[in-house]
């Protein structure tokens, strides 16, 4: 049973609000407790963070990086220990939640690299005269995250947000919020002085509260559609940066020309990989012209999978009726039962736990729920399409944009979806197309509310802000304009 808190100005305390309880979704049980946080918790938190902010932005960026060095070192010596406790708030299995990590401290050697690579820029602008820019923390940032990746979501902001100076404070899922205090158990052995870091737990109040707040100077946001559409609304209403992540309903296009081994096994993992529950999960199948040999080898490789030891759990016990109530709609409406994924067999020890299995439906219609709207689990709805031409237009009509990719061996092909896709990241025989950095992360339309990607170069623009100085020292004989 973990005993979550808050981590304010260096100490882990109880916020004063509610005491909610976590629940593991594999078991059902309930593995911890938190208090959500109060606007007097918050104005507390906030003032020492804003304290803290103003020394961190002066100390040097090597400095900087260095305590992340040291965090990079800690994170990879406790991997497995932080990775067992994402998988017990998440559901995911503890390959999954390694993999998540790794991909965070990815984001992490980003940040650290930065030391380096972002120098400003000086230039003799006219006689005598030099321009520069000089990279300058925002001051207090924000940053609010999903369940499904406890820990990698966060740190895609965290790493960046403080090596370009910053105080950071992040308010985690409500749904997995336990991670959290490992992370800053970690942020604190690493050295990073008190108030640079602070994590806040709670749900809407908390996150109204952080946003309103005016010392707060930009909010990074993942999560749903419609709560990212209204953090963007309420945060960019205020004048402040916003940058918010929505959902997905990615899909993958399958041609007839594609390796038989590589779609088959590329599709089963995208949407069985945790549990479905990612933001990069395929979730149709725009199966164009004769694709059946494929779909019996995704068919068969998503048979394999066992849930409960090769796929996780989903996050709650609403999310397993909903997406019951989703494949019998989708049933209901025509569509084919390939895999039944309902009521899977798992461990007694699993039975309280929310599982679902792999679950494939064949002739969805293409306006339909199934097909169109995110469900968030291990399903794939196939979408039968006569060319390509017509899956794209299917895919160009949905709302979302983070992902799309094909399985093909045709240049031309995959060339064509990669130009004509309306996604923000596209894959060409991946089903999971992450791009890995420095290559950024973010979505379009629906998927994401605000400019620029969440890591990466516009990550960085994100967190910080260019001052440009125009310097003179000596008067120059030889005068234009500007001398
Ligand atoms: P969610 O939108 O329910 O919650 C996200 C965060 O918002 C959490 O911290 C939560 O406590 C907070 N929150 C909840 N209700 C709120 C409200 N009414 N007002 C303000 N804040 C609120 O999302 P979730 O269920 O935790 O995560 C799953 C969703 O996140 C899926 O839609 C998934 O696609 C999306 N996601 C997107 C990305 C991406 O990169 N685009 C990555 C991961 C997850």
């Avoid at 902010?53 to 990086?65: G, L, S």
């Avoid at 790794?102 to 820029?121: H, R």
């Avoid at 390796?259 to 999960?281: H, K, N, P, W």
Wanted: with cysteine; aromatic share 6%; proline share 4%.
């Amino acid at each position: 049973m973990v005993d979550c808190k808050n981590y304010v100005n260096g100490q882990f305390l109880a916020g004063s609000g509610a005491l909610r309880e976590v629940r593991s979704p594999q078991t059902g049980k309930v593995i911890g407790q938190f208090h959500e946080s109060s606007a007097a918790d918050i104005e507390v938190a906030v003032s020492f963070a804003k304290k803290a902010a103003t020394r961190w932005n002066k100390t040097p960026i090597k400095e900087r990086a260095s305590l992340l060095l040291n965090l990079r070192s800690i994170l990879l010596r406790d991997i497995d220990l932080i990775a067992k406790q994402i998988s017990a708030e998440s559901g995911k299995i503890h390959a999954e939640a390694k993999a998540g990590l790794m991909k965070g401290i990815e984001v992490l050697e980003f940040a650290t690299a930065l030391q380096n690579a972002d120098a400003g820029g000086r230039l003799q602008v006219s006689r005598g005269v030099f321009c520069e820019y000089r990279r300058e923390a925002l001051g207090v940032v924000a940053g609010i995250t999903p369940f499904n990746f406890p820990a990698m979501v966060p740190m895609w902001m965290i790493p960046i947000a403080l090596a370009v100076g910053n105080a950071f404070v992040w308010k985690p899922s409500d749904k997995t919020p336990l991670t959290s205090n490992l992370l800053a158990k970690a942020i604190e052995e690493a050295g990073f002085p008190a108030g640079v870091f602070t994590v806040l737990q709670g749900g809407r109040e908390s996150v109204e509260a952080i946003i309103d707040h005016p010392t707060i100077a930009a909010v990074g946001f993942v999560g749903s559609s419609p709560i990212a559409k209204t953090v963007y609304a309420r945060g960019t209403a205020l004048g402040k940066r916003v940058l918010a992540l929505g959902g997905a309903k990615n899909p993958i296009i399958l041609m007839p020309d594609a390796d038989l081994e590589m779609a088959s096994r590329g599709i089963a993992d995208s949407f069985t990989g945790c549990a479905g529950q990612r933001c990069m999960a395929a979730s149709v199948l725009l199966a164009v012209g004769n694709v059946d040999s494929h779909i019996q080898g995704i068919v068969e490789k998503a048979r394999t999978i066992k849930t409960g030891a090769d796929m996780g759990a989903l996050i709650s016990r609403e999310s397993l009726n909903r997406l019951n109530q989703a494949i019998e709609q989708a049933v209901q409406e025509g569509a084919k039962l390939l895999l039944d994924g309902r009521n899977p067999k798992v461990s007694d020890e699993q039975k309280e736990g929310y599982w679902l299995g792999p679950t494939i439906l064949d002739g969805v219609k293409a306006n339909s729920t199934a097909a169109c709207d995110e469900l968030f689990g291990p399903i794939i709805a196939i979408v039968r399409c006569q060319n390509l031409s017509e899956a794209l237009n299917f895919e160009a009509a949905s709302h979302y944009g983070n992902a799309c990719s094909v399985f093909t061996q045709n240049g031309a092909i995959a060339e064509r979806v990669a130009n004509e896709s309306t996604a923000g990241m596209i894959g060409v025989n991946i089903g999971v197309p992450v791009p890995r950095e420095p290559f950024s992360f973010g979505g379009t339309k629906s998927s994401k509310y605000g400019t620029g990607d969440i890591t990466g170069e516009t990550g960085v623009e994100f967190w910080s802000q260019l001052k440009k100085v125009t310097i003179k020292w000596a008067e120059s004989s030889d005068k234009n304009w500007m001398s």
